[in-house]
């Protein structure tokens, strides 16, 4: 699966080789096209999504849940420029253009297949439009004065994709591999509610990238052209050797998250990679979410804030008439597991981004939850 | 300078039309779904849009809503008909944890109604020189454990007043101001909420001029532990707060799911609190309660910071109005208590305090004056339940409470106008909604 998977993304790299194509065009913050395909990143030709020269894939070691979604993440930066490496947040140039696509492999009648596997998501040189249905493309350009967030929709012919800065809802249906099916309204969040994720320093309210980031990027990936057999190479090496990343110190000394799902990282790291991608973001000290104490990105150590036997302070709805966030020993016991569980808008967390519950990220934290030793009264 | 935005004038008109008998049949009637779902894009695209100094209309009309709003814009204004008149309904939400979530500065919302949001109705998420006036936020279905938690909740702000709003039916607070400083909460009516007004965590609030009335607690101040700001410095005054017996709804788990049921005005581990010249009365468990974190319910070492201050300690009661009240108690060991004390048909007296105290404060066995629960309250009783010791030694010995404390100053929003005309006609529009 892994193989087949890499030769699709490796195809796609090679994407960037036609001749033809326009050139990727920066339009002004108060410019923006209607059409996606006006950006020139990605866009659908010949049945397939494709990839402009430099639009570069890139993937997370761990990342948000998003209704089983896939996601395509690319990353453009005009030529001569890169980004100044640093630990939490790397400092990217004007210019930049960040892009995410969500799309789900095709199910028959209609319906999105719920899979892990994108091995059949890839054609010769992008995404292959015959299995794949594609629901919204996300940009983040970075301006001169900070980044703005753009979310395109796809149409139902899926031969472009229009500017909704209102976002949409798109009634789904998910088709498991055991036939079970899933109704599900695909909620593609408003310019504002990219900020509800994106600004996670509430205070500045600067929208930032989440996923690029050292621990996030650390991992292997087949950017590299060539033969196969020479394989996947480390993102951060490769986005320094295509100019894209600079002042990067040794990898030794870069933070890396786990992949929550290998069972080769310990449970405690994949818990913690899973919370920090899926929750970090607000829920940190400047986060949106700090007004609740509780505090679950990478770098917290104390017990308490990260939700040991802490009582809820404006959860409502959300306790799920549970008294602490995290009672050791009892995921049944505790808020957090009762949040993630949820799909009730006014109780489940993330806020944003889901209406589905992560079937496996639900199990991990429970997991983790119910190995943790001691109790709370 | 200030610009009108407004929603497109034809499908505002078509709205106001179809909508214009709603305030009296809103339950049975129901505007066109498609009207509402491009009055909801709309809508959404001017808060995503928005320049400061902008003032965005909402017109007339109930307005069916099923996403999330939110603002992240300073300097922007939402302005309704009135709260009967404008009505942002959020019966059948699917997405989104507030009505509206605001995150911005100098921001005033006003004459409008948020009603049936799936979580909080109204929440400002940090900013400066919030105004939240005439704002009426409800769940109709009236008081239930499946309504939003929090109708109007500004966190974490500066400068805040909220006026003349009404709040009806939350699972948790019906206003809540929380973690800020700087706070006027005045000429409000709070009714069928678990907590009608709640101040928590914050640092210098007037809260005057409401009437808490039907909640399970009228007016509380909390301090929460494992927060980065703990509270002081309310001062609760002319406020109008009666009848709070309605059963608890909130959920387990929630620090106000502890309250009992007829609490008047309760005070639980914060410090510097002035509580005189109210109307309180008719509150089943007592008028005034004053608590630590310890018996709040959910107390444990595990679950609070080290420094936390679980103790409430300079606290002033004078000059209030009581009657009624203390008459049947919630909780079984109160109720006991009640029987054991003051017999079947007798009743708590107006002040309830939990009698614990910081040991390492005392000075001689006693706590020093300007620490106490202080009462210059003509007739007014307390009971000392001495709760740290399991109910042992209950006193009614007013003696120790017999101090005075020096008067909190008074707080100044620098946008607000002096006190006069204006109070008066918010007063006598939260009166008649």
């Known amino acids: 699966m892994h193989k087949l998977f890499w030769g699709g993304v490796l195809a796609l790299a090679l994407a960037g080789c036609e001749a033809s194509r326009e050139q990727v065009v920066i339009h002004g913050r108060d410019a923006v096209p209607e059409r996606l395909s006006d950006w020139h990143i990605v866009e659908v030709i010949d049945g397939e999504l494709s990839l402009n020269a430099g639009v570069t894939p890139y993937d997370l070691n761990t990342q948000l849940f998003t209704d089983y979604a896939h996601k395509l993440r690319t990353v453009w930066m005009p030529a001569g420029s890169s980004a100044r490496y640093a630990e939490e947040a790397f400092d990217y140039p004007v210019g930049t253009v960040l892009s995410k696509t969500f799309y789900y492999p095709k199910a028959g009648g209609g319906g999105v297949l719920r899979t892990a596997d994108y091995s059949a998501d890839f054609s010769r040189s992008g995404l292959d439009l015959d299995n794949v249905r594609l629901v919204e493309t996300r940009l983040l350009v970075k301006r001169e004065d900070g980044w703005q967030a753009l979310p395109y929709v796809w149409n139902a012919e899926q031969t472009q994709a229009t500017l909704e800065i209102a976002g949409d809802a798109i009634p789904m249906q998910l088709v498991d591999g055991e036939g079970g099916s899933n109704a599900f309204t695909y909620v593609v969040p408003d310019a504002n509610q990219c900020a509800g994720c994106h600004a996670d320093n509430h205070t500045n309210k600067a929208i930032r990238p989440l996923g690029p980031r050292a621990r996030h990027l650390n991992k292997e990936y087949p950017h590299k052209l060539g033969s196969y057999a020479e394989g996947a190479q480390n993102q951060l090496l490769h986005w320094q050797q295509i100019g894209y990343l600079s002042e990067l110190p040794e990898l030794a000394a870069i933070p890396r998250n786990a992949s929550y799902s290998d069972t080769g990282f310990p449970l405690e790291e994949r818990a913690r990679a899973y919370l920090d991608i899926n929750c970090g973001h607000c829920h940190n000290p400047a986060g949106p979410a700090d007004t609740s104490g509780l505090m679950l990105h990478r770098a917290e150590q104390d017990q308490r804030r990260l939700g040991l036997c802490k009582p809820p302070v404006a959860a409502g709805t959300g306790s799920g008439n549970r008294r602490f966030a995290v009672v050791p020993g009892h995921p049944e016991e505790s808020i957090l597991s009762f949040r993630v569980e949820s799909t009730d808008p006014g109780a489940m967390m993330p806020e944003l981004g889901r209406s589905l519950v992560h079937e496996e990220g639900v199990a991990l934290l429970r997991e983790w939850i119910a190995g943790m030793p001691g109790d709370c009264l | ?433």
């Open chain 2, 1 to 433: 300078m200030k610009t009108a935005a407004y929603i497109g004038v034809a499908l505002a008109a078509v709205l106001t039309v179809a909508c214009s008998r709603d305030a009296d049949t809103s339950k049975t009637e129901e505007s066109q779904p498609s009207a509402s779902a491009d009055f909801q894009k709309q809508l959404l695209k001017q808060l995503i849009s928005a320049q400061p100094g902008d003032v965005i209309e909402i017109p007339a009309g109930r307005f069916q809503l099923n996403r999330s709003l939110s603002l992240n814009v300073d300097g922007v204004t939402i302005r309704g008909a009135g709260m009967s008149e404008s009505v942002l309904s959020f019966k059948d939400q699917i997405q989104g944890a507030e009505g509206l979530l605001v995150n911005a500065s100098d921001f005033t919302i006003e004459d409008l109604a948020i009603e049936d949001t799936i979580g909080d109705a109204l929440k400002v998420n940090e900013g400066e020189n919030i105004i939240i006036r005439n704002v009426r936020v409800e769940w109709t279905n009236g008081p239930s454990t499946d309504n939003g938690a929090y109708g109007i909740y500004p966190v974490q702000t500066k400068n805040t007043l909220v006026e003349g709003t009404v709040a009806i039916g939350a699972s948790d607070a019906g206003i809540y101001v929380g973690q800020s400083r700087n706070v006027i909460v005045r000429n409000n009516r709070a009714e069928y909420n678990v907590a009608g007004i709640e101040i928590e965590n914050t640092i210098g609030a007037d809260v005057y001029g409401n009437v808490a009335t039907n909640n399970t607690g009228g007016i509380l101040v909390f301090n929460m532990p494992n927060l980065p700001q703990p509270g002081h410095s309310t001062r609760v005054y002319n406020n109008r707060v009666f009848k709070n017996n309605t059963d608890n709804f909130g959920h387990e788990g929630t620090p106000v799911a502890a309250v009992p049921a007829g609490s008047g005005v309760v005070i639980n581990s914060n410090d510097l609190v002035e509580i005189f010249d109210n109307e309180i009365s008719d509150n089943d468990t007592a008028n005034i309660i004053v608590s630590s974190y310890y018996t709040s319910g959910f107390y444990s070492d595990k679950s609070t910071q080290d420094d936390f201050d679980p103790y409430p300690e300079s606290i002033y009661i004078y000059g209030n109005q009581f009657s009624g009240g203390g008459k049947s108690p919630d909780h079984l060991e109160l109720k006991a208590l009640k029987l054991a004390k003051f017999g079947l048909g007798g009743s708590l007296p107006d002040i309830l305090w939990d009698g614990v105290v910081n040991p390492e404060k005392l000075v001689d066995g006693e706590l020093p004056e300007k620490l106490r629960v202080c009462v210059d309250n003509g007739e007014a009783g307390i009971v000392n339940v001495d709760a740290a010791n399991d109910f042992k030694n209950i006193s009614t010995d007013i003696t120790p409470h017999s101090c005075s404390l020096k008067k909190l100053p008074q707080i100044v929003l620098d946008f607000d106008s002096p006190a006069g005309e204006g109070d008066e006609i918010a007063q006598a529009e939260a009166a008649d909604a």
